[in-house]
């Protein structure tokens, strides 16, 4: 196992590297697959046990993973399409995918012999990383703009990390948590491009969903920031074509943004090389606002990966993603916050009058309703309250 450059190619060994000392290029952990073909690897957690925390024997650290996928049958039949499929990862520990990532970052940190952390989040990793934290004995430092929803604020503190509100978008955390990391002994675990080993943890996904589904998805939609989820979960399903030597095609990628805050999708609409940053982030999904302020060539390293797989990136209005966050709750019994719902909104839209009956999508539900309360389309009904009398609540209920 060894990272190496994604622009240059350089090959470096295992430490704690953020970016490439020759050119600043982001890093991949890379694999002598060969090699790792000669274990036993029969289930999702011996593959995690190899490619993800690379020890042969730890599959989570804090029951993280290992999450179901639900059929979204009722959604299936009224937009007639195939197979849609729900990844719950809102029911991982923290209430988010990012204690897939997070863990993973966890494990390198204290192979490293860290004590002290830092992140940058928009609330879900901010969590995430206060828990495991708090479960391994670490000091850690969580940025976090000043906007995030108070539940994700609340959360991470009560885990006992040392929250800090950053003012300005996402991206000032971001590079604040860098400066940081650079001038100081704490291990950045900020889990969008920095820290490579984050990435690895993502892979999770596709780990799980190999044995979960009789057959691949052709497509996997995944609402996205930087869009390191997206990134590593398609990574994921390479290493499984190659471990297993596969023929079936790879799924596609489908990366969704919210339409204030959408410099992937604009450039994947533009057929343009290169991301550019956006200035002003303006959407209810606080989860996906990130602008890449400083770091645009995250989102062209995912736009990249979006066109490699054959798929596409597109974005959805709050009303939209609002939208389709209320007839997940309504139809499927399934509540996720409103950056999570952007995955049916994106899917609904961007397969819009086109017969899609014979195929079949995983969507990833990304972090739990319950951690973004304040956003959630009230649609101004009033909840009743009454007398504890029977007779009351007949009338009630009759009306
Ligand atoms: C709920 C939710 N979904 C999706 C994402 C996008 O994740 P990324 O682009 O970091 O993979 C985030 C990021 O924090 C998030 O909070
Ligand atoms: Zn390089």
């Not at 909104?345 to 319950?370: Q, V």
Request: with cysteine.
């Amino acid at each position: 196992m060894r990272l190496k450059c994604i622009e240059c190619s350089e090959h470096f060994e295992v430490k704690p590297l953020y970016k490439c000392p020759n050119c600043n290029g982001i890093l991949d952990v890379v694999y002598d697959v060969k090699n790792e073909k000669l274990r036993d690897l029969t289930s999702s957690n011996d593959l995690k046990q190899t490619f993800i925390f690379h020890d042969h024997k730890t599959d989570n650290l804090l029951g993280e993973g290992n999450t179901p996928i639900v059929s979204l049958s009722k959604t299936a039949r009224r937009v007639h399409t195939g197979n849609l499929y729900a990844k719950c990862e809102f029911l991982n520990p923290s209430g988010s995918f990012k204690d897939r990532p997070v863990a993973a970052g966890i494990k390198k940190a204290l192979e490293f012999g860290y004590e002290k952390i830092i992140v940058a989040s928009s609330g879900n990793g901010a969590a995430s990383v206060s828990a495991f934290a708090a479960r391994f004995g670490l000091d850690c430092i969580i940025l976090v703009p000043e906007s995030t929803p108070d539940e994700k604020v609340k959360q991470a503190h009560f885990y006992g990390g040392k929250v800090i509100k950053v003012k300005g978008p996402y991206s000032n955390s971001f590079n604040l948590a860098l400066r940081l990391s650079e001038v100081s002994p704490y291990y950045n675990l900020t889990t969008t491009f920095i820290n490579p080993y984050t990435i690895e943890g993502d892979k999770g996904v596709a780990y799980e969903a190999h044995f979960q589904l009789n057959q691949w998805p052709d497509y996997v939609v995944v609402p996205i920031g930087a869009g390191p989820l997206l990134v590593g979960t398609f990574k994921g399903f390479k290493e499984l074509k190659e471990l297993f030597d596969l023929d079936c095609p790879l799924p596609r990628m489908i990366g969704v943004q919210a339409t204030g805050c959408s410099p992937i999708a604009e450039a994947f609409k533009l057929g343009l090389e290169y991301v550019s940053e956006e200035e002003n982030p303006q959407t209810i999904a606080g989860g996906i606002g990130d602008g890449l302020l400083g770091y645009s060539e995250d989102g062209t390293y995912t736009l990249d990966i979006i066109r490699e797989s054959g798929g596409l990136c597109i974005d959805v209005s709050d009303g939209e993603l609002l939208a389709a966050q209320s007839e997940l709750a309504k139809e499927e019994g399934m509540f996720v916050e409103p950056s999570a719902a952007t995955s049916l909104a994106g899917w609904r839209k961007a397969f819009k009058g086109k017969d899609m009956t014979e195929t079949s999508s995983l969507l990833l539900m990304t972090g739990h309703g319950l951690k973004d309360m304040k956003s959630i389309d009230q649609t101004n009904e009033i909840i009743p309250c009454i007398l504890p009398n029977v007779d009351d609540l007949i009338r009630l209920i009759q009306k």
